[in-house]
């Protein structure tokens, strides 16, 4: 399961969602609405119900029936944008058992995550980072 969340997460990270703040429609994007349809595909395979794309307001939701009784429902909420960065070509980057130090996120353009500059990056020794390339966002607090 783990390493299909990864795979699933690396898939959307991909996806182009960047707004455009001089566009008035909501999604402000056409990928933004892909996505969203990408989104529902997978509600639909893992299980939920009333699943709807609304295309006045861009809101995609979905149910998720309570397994028991007694204990209240929750609702969970996401935007499908990415702030107004470069975000064409997106390089997910997995850094596996991360050690603590500075992070290389492009060789070729000499882009690395300071530790001194990010010291919460030693609260992750361990685990598994994602990040870009250093060229474009992630967007991972969209996606994930």
């Known amino acids: 399961m783990k390493e299909t969340l990864l795979e699933r997460f690396l898939t959307y990270v991909k996806i182009n969602t960047r707004s455009d703040a001089s566009n008035p429609t909501i999604p402000t994007t056409k990928s933004q609405e892909e996505f969203a349809f990408v989104l529902k595909d997978e509600l639909e395979k893992i299980g939920l119900s009333k699943i709807d794309y609304n295309f006045k307001n861009g809101f995609l939701t979905a149910v998720l029936p309570k397994n028991e009784e007694g204990y209240p429902s929750i609702g969970l909420i996401a935007h499908l944008d990415t702030a107004d960065f470069n975000a064409e070509n997106i390089t997910p980057k997995v850094h596996h058992n991360y050690n603590g130090e500075d992070v290389l996120l492009n060789e070729e353009q000499n882009i690395v995550m300071k530790v001194d500059e ?8 361990g685990e598994t980072l ?15």
């Open 118 to 125: 990010f010291p919460n990056l030693k609260d992750y020794v």
């Open 130 to 144: 994602i990040t870009t390339d250093g060229t474009t966002l992630l967007g991972a607090d969209d996606k994930a």
